[in-house]
């Protein structure tokens, strides 16, 4: 079995064997198109600048369309939100996908998002340097 190359990778020398991720990180047009494009694609690796671009670009979307509905509908907390309800709804497969995908990074189940916290530190710290059982490491290139 041939092992996989990265393209680019950064080595760390601190490990005998050295460990292996893309050197670039993903910019927050190429995460959002990305998880857009492979909105219900559960299968595969993402990395943490796909994740956390694709998070603030939502948080930043959730923002403006919560403007919106407090100028056309009032600031009220009994006050319709129609806009930000169809924004949660258009992305609510993405949003999970990704963090799935992930989870993925680190070779464990997507399940693990049910777990309080811990889901939370595997979207924080790096993945999995080599390929797992759920592929090679993102390469954090579109296409």
Not at 3 to 25: A, C, H, I, N
Not at 30 to 51: H, I, K, M, P, Q
Not at 76 to 101: C, K, N
Request: include cysteine; aromatic fraction near 14%; glycine fraction near 8%.
């Amino acid at each position: 079995m041939q092992e996989y190359q990265p393209d680019t990778v950064v080595t760390d020398q601190s490990t005998p064997t050295g460990t292996g991720r893309p050197l670039q990180m993903m910019s927050i047009s190429d995460s959002v198109v990305n998880v857009l494009t492979n909105y219900v694609g559960f299968d595969g690796r993402a990395s943490r600048s796909e994740y956390w671009w694709f998070f603030l670009a939502s948080f930043v979307a959730y923002f403006i369309t919560g403007l919106i509905d407090a100028l056309a509908f009032g600031v009220e907390l009994t006050d319709p939100t129609p806009i930000s309800w169809i924004l949660q709804l258009a992305i609510f497969l993405p949003t999970l996908a990704v963090a799935v995908r992930r989870i993925h990074d680190h070779g464990k189940s997507g399940w693990y998002l049910l777990v309080p916290f811990y889901n939370l530190y595997l979207c924080i710290v790096d993945g999995e340097a080599m390929p797992n059982a759920y592929g090679p490491p993102p390469t954090n290139k579109l296409g």
